[in-house]
């Protein structure tokens, strides 16, 4: 099979193929990537596709036709107007196989007897096909598989609430469906929305696996538990042999493979009780099989009837029109008749015995081989070989759930295969739109690999926030070294990323936003598909921010008031360092991961330009104390003003000049205003205002300590490894500083502190904590020095 994609990649088609949507994609791409609406496409296609999912059973052919039309035209446009989808080189062997096949049948629809038909129903299994690669498309990650089982799920349990209201009522046929020795046996077949119980018990055959999948993926259990039972119990009361045949081979193949899997993560006493339950199970069944007062003389006389050849009616019907349909199959060996009901009509009369009509050959294989030729069928045949091969081949790589899914996924498969071996409901469009949304998981699961290749991470916040962030950046670039890594966080924050290359997403929420940019920006990070999402913070708004961008793994913090939305969480709680708090989000995946404290790789080129600058001002590197005074001007308007008196900033310095410590007094451009006292007593003092953020980096960089408020200069010296001591107030140290030697904290033990935060959003009045002395301060700074 991997030989078919290497011819198919060097041919000449696909050079033309290939070639023309990459043109497309650079014609219409400065129109799409500043389009609005072209990143919605994606978020749309996908909620449609659940709703679409759930009303399936509930709409007629002709308005499925009408659905899947429409989501095929979302996913062309999504598809083949997007640079970063590549649809020809995506093509996997199973894709090339049904191309092929759809090739072959295009070439009997031009051989057909009837030409007009046969394109009529070429063009209904194109429809097909276009559903399948939609699903293939969107459904890729176990999140929003789970979102589409959902749709299934409750969509099967009103379907299933309806079958049984069926029985109750004792629904009367709507069709001869029962052979004319057993019609006084007033047996009510239940047929559902889908108007035929043959037709029903294909759908749920198939839908089957995935209600008992739903079983193990969803935290409540009762309305998978239930709708199982009402799926079960409609399936019988089909009194459908066929789909009796597909469920039985399914649901046999699903449990061998699940008590397998129960068989090896169990110990030996649990294996026996396993085994002594199935053996009462099996005893109870035959048990009630047995006993009419279970089930009715009708249920026993169907499934008795299955081993009788001439003496059923249906079964009859059955072996002479298969009889008349391989003769057909045989005249029409090469090219077939073409592919839908009206051709084979009209082909069958030719070849039927009198009182024996069909408008199919009641067998799927065959009626593939008479429709498409013998290619068709051989093509057919590798297509489903491809995925029972590749299943197996592939299982032992997968995890416990990714295993359970895949069984799901063959076994829903399964079902309409040996359904199709005594009937062709597999044609008809609710058992064949499950039969594909199967085939698409399967084959996606086929690429799974468990990594993590796309990283999205969420932090608000100014510098200092993203700085306390850092551990969990480079825990997940050192974890899994995703292909792709970004950060959201604000204009005010994002320098420190840019300065370290990592790709950065601004979302500025103190903004005023409008709901239409937010939900551009939630698409268009929902289209980047990621693989996992971190995020910190306690808003509601950012669980819910981070759900629809889809991650299917989404990581947060559990204090939360929605962190249900979350798929992994971890305490918030302030009772440590705030790099070691954001790092719990990274140890709820991996507790193996050690935590490191913030760091800076300051590029050369940065280093270089600074120091030439500290030369200019005649000082030296790693000789002089850093001063920073100043906090911003956001701050003081949020009544968080922690500074320390312009006084004894300036009796710190006079102590400086007389120990011969040389000093710069650094401040950023936001802070100018709150040290323009400072600047008037300390008037020969040397300010310095650095043009950008690299260079106040590179002056911390080259001082041998420094001396700080809490603010990000702080930060910036923690992530610098640099000697410092840090005046706390209002704040808690415990939560800004490490424990390390190099970081002296100098503060007044008071009872009312800390109390920012903790206990109220402003600071005090008199803010008698930060009358800190210089005594206290100095004998800090004399400590780093000396040592």
């Known amino acids: 099979m991997e030989r078919l994609l290497d011819i198919w990649r060097k041919s000449f088609l696909f050079y033309i193929l290939n070639k023309a949507e990459l043109f497309i994609k650079d014609l219409t791409d400065k129109v799409i990537s ?16 659940y709703l679409f999912l759930f009303l399936i059973p509930f709409l007629s052919s002709g308005k499925i036709a009408i659905g899947i039309f429409i989501a095929f ?21 199973f894709v090339i196989l049904y191309v092929i096949f759809l090739l072959i049948n295009l070439v009997a629809t031009f051989f057909s007897p009837y030409p007009i038909p046969a394109i009529k129903g070429y063009l209904k299994f194109l429809v097909y096909f276009a559903v399948f690669l939609v699903f293939k498309d969107v459904f890729k990650d176990d999140e929003k598989i789970k979102r589409a089982f959902f749709s299934i799920l409750l969509s099967t349990f009103f379907l299933s609430l309806y079958c049984l209201y069926q029985w109750i009522i004792k629904v009367p046929p709507l069709a001869g469906w029962e052979d004319v020795e057993f019609v006084g046996e007033k047996v009510t077949r239940v047929y559902g929305t889908l108007l035929n119980p043959n037709l029903l018990g294909g759908y749920l055959i198939g839908v089957m696996p995935f209600i008992l999948f739903t ?25 459908s042999r066929g789909a009796y045949l597909g469920f039985f081979v399914s649901m046999a193949l699903y449990f061998i493979m699940i008590l397998k899997i129960i068989y090896m993560i169990v110990n030996r006493n649990i294996r026996k009780i396993l085994f002594m339950f199935l053996f009462i199970v099996i005893l109870a069944s035959m048990g009630i099989f047995s006993q009419s007062s279970y089930f009715s003389s009708y249920f026993q006389k169907r499934i008795l009837s299955a081993f009788t050849l ?21 005249d029409f060996f090469w090219t077939g008749i073409g592919l839908g009901n009206d051709v084979f009509r009209r082909v069958y009369a030719f070849y039927m015995e009198p009182k024996f009509t069909a408008l199919a050959s009641y067998n799927l294989f065959l009626e593939i081989g008479i429709e498409g030729g013998i290619f068709a069928l051989i093509v057919f045949l590798l297509m ?15 995890d416990l759930k990714h295993k359970i899914l895949g069984i799901s996924a063959i076994s829903s498969i399964t079902a309409p295969l040996f359904h199709g071996i005594v009937d062709t409901i597999w044609y008809r469009p609710y058992p064949q739109i499950i039969f594909w949304f199967s085939v698409a998981i399967l084959l996606n699961l086929f690429e799974y690999d468990g990594k993590i290749k796309k990283v999205l991470l969420f932090n608000l916040g100014g510098l200092g926030d993203q700085i306390l962030f850092l551990p969990v950046v480079k825990g997940v670039i050192q974890r899994y070294n995703p292909q792709r890594l970004k950060i959201i966080t604000e204009r005010r924050g994002r320098k420190i990323f840019d300065i370290l290359g990592i790709d950065v997403e601004e979302f500025n929420p103190k903004e ?36 629809f961008i889809g991650a299917p793994i989404r990581v947060g913090y559990m204090e939360n008031s929605l962190s249900f939305l979350y798929t992994r969480k971890a305490s918030s709680a302030r009772n440590e360092y705030m790099g070691k708090v954001h790092f719990r989000l990274l140890k709820v995946l991996d507790e193996n991961l050690e935590f490191s404290l913030p760091a800076i790789d300051i590029p050369e080129s940065i280093k270089d330009r600074v120091k030439n600058k500290i030369i200019e001002y005649s000082l030296e590197p790693f000789s002089y104390i850093l001063i920073h005074p100043g906090i911003s001007k956001m701050s003081i308007r949020r009544g968080i003003d922690r500074r320390w008196a312009p006084e004894k900033w300036k009796e710190l310095v006079e102590r400086l000049k007389q120990k011969g410590l040389p000093y710069v007094i650094v401040y950023g451009p936001d802070e100018e205003e709150t040290i323009e006292e400072l600047k008037k007593l300390i008037k020969d003092g040397l300010f310095v205002l650095p043009d950008c953020l690299d260079e106040f980096i590179g002056w911390i960089y080259f001082s041998k300590a420094m001396i700080c408020l809490d603010s990000a200069p702080l930060h910036l010296g923690i ?3 640099k000697p410092l001591v840090a005046l706390f107030g209002p704040t808690n140290p415990k939560e800004i500083v490490p424990d390390d030697s190099k970081f002296k904290i100098a503060k007044i033990d008071l009872p009312c502190e800390p109390c920012l935060w903790d206990k109220r959003n402003k600071v005090c009045d008199n803010l008698s904590c930060m009358d800190i002395t210089v005594d206290l301060v100095w004998e800090k700074l004399m400590i780093l020095i000396e040592s």
């Open 719 to 721: 992530a610098l490894k």
């Open 34 to 49: 500043e389009s609005f609406s072209f990143p919605l496409i994606s978020f749309v296609l996908e909620y449609y596709l």
């Open 310 to 330: 001439w003496g059923h009616s249906s079964n009859a019907t059955r072996i002479v029109i298969w009889e008349r349909s391989f003769k057909i199959f045989k």
């Open 384 to 398: 489903i070989y491809y995925l029972y091969r590749r299943f197996f081949v592939k299982y032992s790589t997968w």
């Open 215 to 239: 079983i193990y993926i969803f935290r409540l259990k009762s309305i998978s538990v239930i709708t199982a039972i009402l799926t079960f119990l409609s399936i019988i009361w089909t009194y």
């Open 73 to 93: 035209f979302l996913w062309f446009l999504d598809t083949f107007l997007s640079k970063d989808k590549k649809f020809f080189e995506s093509l996997n062997p």
């Open 512 to 547: 005023k936003l409008s709901f239409s940019k937010t939900l551009y920006l939630m698409a268009k990070l929902r289209r980047e598909s990621y693989d996992l999402s971190i995020s910190t913070g306690k808003s509601p708004f950012i669980p819910i921010f981070m759900y």
